[in-house]
């Protein structure tokens, strides 16, 4: 097993205090890989090991330049005039894939492996029980707790979510794009 070295708690710790403050804030870090795309951004969400950052190198390959990975595994949200935007944070796990960026947030879809590639829009209690689970939460400040349920919510009612079933394709980048950019 290998040895964590200094660097690796202070950028643990880091992040984490970084994801309390936004939360006492009234914003959030969500578990995810995020893209910024036409303008507009992705949080493709689900938990470790389902293949987030493999679809998001899905979209760069397919869509090259067009396509900037803001965060690879932790991008924060905030809410600028009721529209919520996504940033880059330097906390982008495994890949070390960020930018120093933010963008508006299109949407946010849940991954999960499939056979065929379909997707689906969540109604409001998918979307609170997806966005809950992978929101970065201090668990020893109830007030925090408090502002971060209530981020979830109006998260939840300000942009579209999405299931998606999928497989590792092109095919998949398609589905999503379509949807979610309506073919533009």
């Known amino acids: 097993m290998e040895e964590l070295q200094a660097t690796d708690f202070e950028y643990i710790f880091s992040g984490s205090a970084f994801g309390d403050r936004?939360?006492?804030l009234g914003?959030?870090?969500?578990?995810?890989?995020?893209?910024a795309f036409q303008g507009r951004g992705v949080i493709f969400s689900a938990i470790s090991g389902v293949g987030k950052s493999t679809?998001?190198?899905l979209w760069k390959e397919r869509?090259?330049?067009k396509v900037e990975i803001v965060n690879d595994d932790k991008p924060a949200i905030r809410f600028r005039d009721e529209v919520p935007w996504i940033y880059g944070t330097p906390w982008s796990g495994k890949t070390d894939l960020n930018r120093n960026m933010s963008v508006p947030l299109a949407a946010v879809v849940f991954l999960k492996r499939?056979?065929?590639n379909w997707?689906?829009?969540?109604?409001?209690s998918e979307r609170m029980y997806n966005i809950t689970n992978q929101l970065m939460v201090p668990f020893y400040d109830e007030e925090a707790g408090r502002k971060l349920t209530a981020f979830a919510a109006r998260l939840a009612q300000s942009v579209p979510m999405y299931y998606l079933h999928c497989n590792i394709s092109q095919e998949v980048v398609e589905i999503v794009?379509?949807?979610i950019f309506c073919d533009n």
């Open 114 to 116: 499939d056979i065929k």
């Open 177 to 179: 794009r379509k949807e």
């Open 55 to 57: 679809h998001t190198g």
């Open 119 to 124: 997707i689906e829009p969540m109604n409001i």
């Open 22 to 24: 936004l939360a006492v």
């Open 63 to 65: 869509f090259k330049e």
């Open 27 to 35: 914003d959030a870090v969500l578990h995810g890989s995020a893209i």
